[in-house]
């Protein structure tokens, strides 16, 4: 049952590795299928270096297990509500990479400071508010969907592809697991080069005008970044 799409997410997580976001097993990566709606997601706590695409789990969108033999991810309601939430997202990255989940655990989010940035988010990387103990208590995972939900506010998610978890670290989408996993990977960079660049004493961000620029010329009707057609 979606081989392609397990071997797919497959290939991502171990992707998350090789690109240096993860450690042991600290990450996932889901994809869901178009056609039947279904999930596949990262089994929970099974290591990189033994882990094999039949050990992918599919789920519906109520997070019940339709194949596989190990229990999904801890963080698959999170990834649930989100693909319930938004049609266009395909595919979901958890990390605790160093850098962006530095800025997490600061409760800040990530300014715009300049055009790698600006290549990438139309401002700033938003931090999410912390959970009430309540919402940890109960229904945690859910909430935490939730609360990403409540920043990305009336933005479109492919507009603004990640979100940093205050306390938590980073959640990124995109269509597909490839372009959620290069979000994650773009994110960490721009996470570790604003890091830098506050150290270097910087505080405030990017011209808008340069910000208009670089992000208008890779995203939007007249974006023309790239090979016409690609």
């Known amino acids: 049952m979606l081989e392609k799409l397990k071997n797919e997410v497959f290939r991502t997580n171990l992707d998350l590795v090789k690109k240096g976001l993860v450690i042991h097993t600290w990450g996932n990566v889901s994809g869901r299928d178009k056609e039947s709606g279904l999930i596949v997601i990262k089994p929970s706590g099974v290591s990189y270096e033994s882990m094999k695409p039949d050990d992918m789990v599919v789920i519906d969108i109520e997070g019940k297990v339709v194949e596989g033999k190990f229990k999904p991810s801890t963080d698959a309601p999170t990834h649930l509500i989100l693909y319930k939430t938004y049609d266009s997202i395909g595919g979901i990255v958890h990390t605790h990479s160093t850098y962006a989940t530095s800025w997490a655990q600061a ?21 999410t508010r912390l959970l009430t103990d309540n919402e940890i208590g109960i229904n945690y995972e859910i909430n935490t969907g939730k609360v990403i939900i409540e920043t990305l506010g009336l933005v479109s998610p492919l507009i603004l592809p990640s979100v940093l978890v205050n306390s938590h670290g980073p959640f990124c989408w995109g269509k597909d697991p490839e372009s959620a996993v290069y979000n994650a990977v773009a994110l960490e960079e721009i996470a570790r080069m604003a890091f830098y660049t506050v150290l270097l004493g910087r505080t405030e961000p990017v011209e808008k005008s340069l ?10 009707k007249d974006a023309y970044y790239g090979q016409s057609g690609s």
């Not at 208009?212 to 939007?220: N, Y």
């Open 107 to 127: 409760g800040k989010p990530i300014p715009p400071f300049g055009t790698t940035h600006a290549d990438h988010y139309y401002g700033e990387v938003p931090c």
């Open 211 to 220: 910000l208009d620029k670089h992000f208008k010329r890779k995203h939007g």
